[in-house]
């Protein structure tokens, strides 16, 4: 049964449907890998092995009984830890939260099992969203099935090490500066940023509300558009979920597998993420797939965002300001771990003050200090204005950006998974790693991650990203797949389709050598 845990969610969902596999044995075969590997992957803060089951055994009965079911129906998913689930611990990677459990669903998470999929477990993950390695987490780290030294990407490492790990087909994240589409490249995962507003974000923990998005991990981009249409759409729950009719993702992704598919596409390589400080391996991998979307029939074109330079600092006082509002929820009253002070009064601003003291980690401290400063009355027009309006000139760009190209790319990472500690001290060099994928969240525009094939230099994955116009989600999901497609002809593999779990590396050794 070890077959079925390298199955994409399409494949699962055929075989389900037809019969030939049940739920219980595609839950089965993946609990199990998740109980074989784990100890040394640590993607997963909780397994529901027996709700898990249960479920599976409840949708195999239907199936039996001939109720009609929708595409994922008895796919296993595991879902990031900063999503709350009634019936699971919701952490966010946080001591303050140990142990609670919601008493509702995210929506995200009520579609999911409305469409009858199967909840594994929940996912490791910086501490409230916030890092780009997963070591913020309280938890401990996850480590990079590609190499066991070295980290997943962040925040939600943990859901893409799970997919990558083969732990899970799917997988839910959340995206507010890169945390989707980071640890996707650095895992060799396909991983997408929603336009904002397109998923709903009720219930999911909040860091920057302005930036915040749910979206799909997965191994492949029909997978990801797959899981897009399962947990898109309006949510009245949810003050910022636009109200549009969405067309099927599942349907744009295959139109991508068309022939032509890539024809006239007007590619714009954004010269401001296109520089120097990249990775040469990354580099080169990007310009080769350049060439190939060219010789497909693609057109590229460089343009520029000359304000994408202050993004990363524009972010860093944005996400700050938005977290330290957003956290003051936690207050030992209403959620999670109450400490108190160990002498002196139990004054409820005392138990609060040693509750936030013991609760939060060193990044999370350091964000609310900093985006206190930020709000207060004599510099938040200096530093949270000023933020704002790089902001919209920020949106500027995109818009002239995409008055010339109808997708934008660029690596979608710096480099390639760095080793755990190289930058955990030094948080500018942690904070940079976003510099590609950030501008996406400030302009609300949706973006993609998929693999780019393995830096020559230490063989480990490289990431693409696509960047589409505000509400063109559907458009990433059909130029994404002609490219993954485009890759795998040439290359020869799709990414993970072949890899021996935990070394990974030893499936592109073909006979051309390591791709
Ligand atoms: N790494 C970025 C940060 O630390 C992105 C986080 C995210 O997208 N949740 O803020």
Do not use: C
Not at 122 to 140: I, L, P
């Amino acid at each position: 049964m070890t077959d079925l845990i390298r199955l994409s969610a399409n494949d699962l969902s055929g075989l389900l449907a037809d019969r030939s596999i049940s739920s219980v044995e595609a839950t089965t075969a993946h609990l199990d890998h998740i109980d074989a590997v784990d100890g040394d992957v640590h993607a997963f803060l909780h397994v529901a092995r027996d709700a898990a089951l249960q479920t599976a055994a409840d949708i195999d009965a239907r199936r039996a009984s001939g109720e009609p079911l929708g595409p994922l129906a008895g796919v296993p998913i595991a879902i990031k830890d900063v999503l709350a689930t009634k019936d699971m611990p919701s952490t966010s990677g946080s001591k303050i939260l140990e142990g609670w459990i919601p008493p509702y669903d995210a929506t995200v998470v009520a579609r999911l099992r409305a469409a009858d999929l199967v909840p594994l477990g929940k996912t490791n993950m910086d501490e409230f969203a916030m890092g780009s390695s997963t070591e913020h987490s309280a938890y401990g780290p996850t480590r990079n099935p590609w190499d066991l030294e070295r980290i997943p990407g962040g925040s939600g490492g943990g859901s893409a090490a799970a997919v990558s790990a083969f732990e899970a087909p799917l997988a839910l994240g959340s995206d507010t500066g890169g945390s989707i589409r980071q640890p996707a490249a650095v895992t060799g995962s396909v991983g997408v940023k929603p336009t904002y507003g397109g998923v709903s974000r009720y219930g999911a923990i909040a860091l920057a509300s302005s930036l915040d998005q749910v979206g799909p991990v997965s191994r492949s981009v029909l997978d990801a558009a797959m899981l897009h249409d399962v947990i898109g759409g309006h949510d009245p729950l949810d003050s910022t979920s636009l109200t549009d009719a969405w067309p099927s993702m599942t349907q744009a992704a295959r139109a991508g597998f068309e022939d032509g598919a890539l024809k006239g596409v007007r590619v714009g390589v954004v010269k401001e993420l296109n520089g120097s400080g990249f990775q040469p391996g990354v580099k080169q991998r990007f310009d080769e797939t350049l060439a190939l979307l060219e010789g497909a029939g693609a057109e590229i074109i460089e343009v520029s965002a000359p304000n994408f330079e202050y993004a990363v600092a524009a972010y860093y006082l944005i996400l700050p300001a938005e977290a330290s509002s957003n956290l003051a929820r936690f207050d030992s009253v209403r959620f999670g771990i109450r400490v108190n002070p160990e002498d002196g009064p139990l004054t409820s601003e005392r138990v609060m003050a040693a509750t936030r003291e013991a609760g939060f980690g060193p990044e999370v401290k350091r964000r609310i200090i900093l985006g206190t400063y930020a709000l207060s009355a004599g510099y938040y027009d200096a530093y949270y204005g000023s933020a704002q309006k790089v902001r919209t000139l920020i949106q500027r760009d995109f818009d002239a950006a995409f008055a010339q190209a109808d997708v934008l790319v660029s690596p979608a990472a710096p480099t390639t998974a760095f080793k755990f500690g190289e930058k955990l001290d030094d948080p500018m060099a942690m904070y940079l790693n976003d510099i590609t994928t950030i501008p996406a969240n400030l302009a609300g525009v949706p973006g993609l991650g998929l693999p780019m094939g393995l830096a020559p230099e230490d063989g480990l994955p490289v990431g693409l990203q696509v960047m589409a116009p505000a509400r063109a989600d559907a458009r990433l999901y059909t130029f994404g797949a002609a490219v993954e497609q485009l890759l795998e002809s040439t290359w020869g593999h799709t990414m993970l389709s072949q890899a021996p779990v935990l070394a990974p590396n030893e499936m592109f050794a073909s006979e051309e050598g390591v791709v």
